[in-house]
């Protein structure tokens, strides 16, 4: 399975960006997808996942409210909608492909991993 990220870029504080990533292979319809970040000097962290069926949505406290995960598994992609976006968001943004029909936080549930798209929020 190939995942391939995009939309990631350069935007002001309180901009908005929108990610995208699809899936190779449409198996992946049925299995979670999540959103995760890692800026430079810093461990991966969690930013969002979303179930196979587009329900179970979960984000982290940094992003709640300001981030939204959705996904339109015919097309076999997952997206995230980033609002208010601020400096500390600035990271290598990456979508993965979880092992099950639902993702969560843990990188372990995770099968497969894109290559990863930089969003960078200047002051």
């Known amino acids: 399975v190939q995942l391939q990220a995009s939309g990631g870029g350069l935007v002001q504080a309180g901009g908005s960006l929108r990610l995208s990533c699809t899936s190779s292979?449409?198996?992946?319809?049925?299995?979670?997808m999540g959103w995760f970040r890692q800026a430079p000097g810093k461990e991966r962290e969690f930013v969002a996942s979303?179930?196979?069926?587009?329900?179970?949505?979960n984000y982290s406290d940094n992003v709640q409210g300001r981030f939204t995960v959705s996904r339109d598994r015919a097309k076999s992609t997952v997206y995230l909608q980033m609002n208010n976006l601020k400096p500390e968001d600035t990271a290598v943004y990456y979508c993965?492909?979880?092992?099950?029909?639902?993702?969560?936080?843990?990188?372990?549930?995770?099968?497969?991993w894109g290559q990863g798209t930089l969003v960078t929020v200047s002051s």
């Open positions: 292979r449409r198996t992946s319809s049925n299995n979670g």
């Open positions: 993965a492909v979880s092992r099950f029909a639902y993702a969560g936080r843990d990188t372990t549930n995770y099968a497969y």
């Open positions: 979303i179930g196979w069926n587009g329900g179970r949505e």
